[in-house]
């Protein structure tokens, strides 16, 4: 049946000091961090969650479970990886994905093509399938505040059997 599938994800994480701020794999330079038992990266865990979730085959923590030991301080690119043959074992392939993260500082500007070339790497995608947004929370709330990240993405798989 070849018909396309459509996924969302969402992620929020705290930001604390002394912890490393990941997005798509890219290390930004920040005095604050994601608060998580893996690397904290909501890009990819929205991510992960937005291809399982098109795939119906549950979400981040059904795969890796936060209790486990084993996920702790994990590399969340490596999560990723081990999720995408889990598409591709159904015959999905992935036909684009468009993200956005909130955080109001600092600014996402000068890291925006490090983080798309990044996610189309990691996906084995041609960079024009993939979109990186940056937005702020306008000082609002606790993503304006600095207190949080937060990330969405949007996925569409299609069926190649
Ligand atoms: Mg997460």
Redesign the pocket.
């Known amino acids: 049946m070849n018909v396309g599938r459509v996924g969302q994800g969402f992620?929020?994480?705290r930001l604390v000091p002394d912890r490393p701020l990941l997005l798509g794999g890219i290390r930004i330079e920040s005095p604050v961090g994601s608060d998580?038992h893996?690397d904290?990266?909501?890009l990819l865990?929205a991510l992960i969650d937005a291809l399982l979730g098109a795939a119906g085959l549950g979400d981040?923590g059904d795969h890796f479970p936060p209790t486990e030991e084993k996920y702790r301080n994990a590399d969340s690119s490596e999560l990723l990886k081990a999720v995408l043959p889990l598409l591709q074992a159904q015959h999905y392939r992935i036909v684009n994905i468009d993200s956005t993260v909130v955080l109001e500082k600092p600014k996402l500007y000068p890291y925006k093509a490090a983080i798309r070339q990044n996610l189309a790497q990691l996906l084995v995608l041609q960079v024009d399938q993939v979109s990186f947004k940056a937005k702020t929370a306008e000082g609002l709330g606790a993503l304006g505040h600095q207190e949080a990240i937060a990330a969405t993405v949007v996925v569409l798989l299609a069926n190649f059997t």
Do not use: N, P
């Open positions: 992620d929020l994480h998580a893996s904290g990266d909501v865990h981040i």
